[in-house]
Nanobody
Framework: QVQLVESGGGLAQPGGSLTLSCAASESLASFKTIGWYRQVPGNQRVSVATIGSSGSTNYADSVKGRFTISRVNVKNTVYLQMNSLKPDDTAVYYC??????????????WGQGTQVTVSS
């Protein structure tokens, strides 16, 4: 099974920066799209940013201009650079990808999450 491990979370001041990393147990070249999601306790998990195999990216409106997603396939790693952090960015951040088996079944993969707290 594909394993995803997030790291890089922590405490930041409003306006500060953090960079999150997601390390995969196998080559990300095997996956068309990889994304970052976040979740606040009691709320649903929402998409933050995604990146495709061609390098195309999509961002939630709430983070456009502040966050940047990137991938380094040879390192099996996806990054989320977060700048100009706001208290509303406080959440547990997860990376996600999926694949289809030879039988056509979809498998979703999630990391354990890393906590980001933005507070004065």
């Amino acid at each position: 099974q594909v394993q995803l491990v997030e790291s890089g979370g922590g405490l930041a001041q409003p306006g500060g920066s953090l960079t999150l990393s997601c390390a995969a147990s196998e080559s990300l070249a095997s996956f068309k799209t990889i994304g970052w999601y976040r979740q606040v306790p009691g709320n649903q998990r929402v998409s933050v940013a995604t990146i495709g195999s061609s390098g195309s990216t999509n961002y939630a409106d709430s983070v456009k201009g502040r966050f940047t997603i990137s991938r380094v396939n040879v390192k099996n790693t996806v990054y989320l650079q977060m700048n100009s952090l706001k208290p509303d960015d406080t959440a547990v951040y997860y990376c996600n990808t999926f694949s289809f088996g030879d039988d056509g079944r979809k498998s979703d993969y999630w990391g354990q999450g890393t906590q980001v707290t933005v507070s004065s």
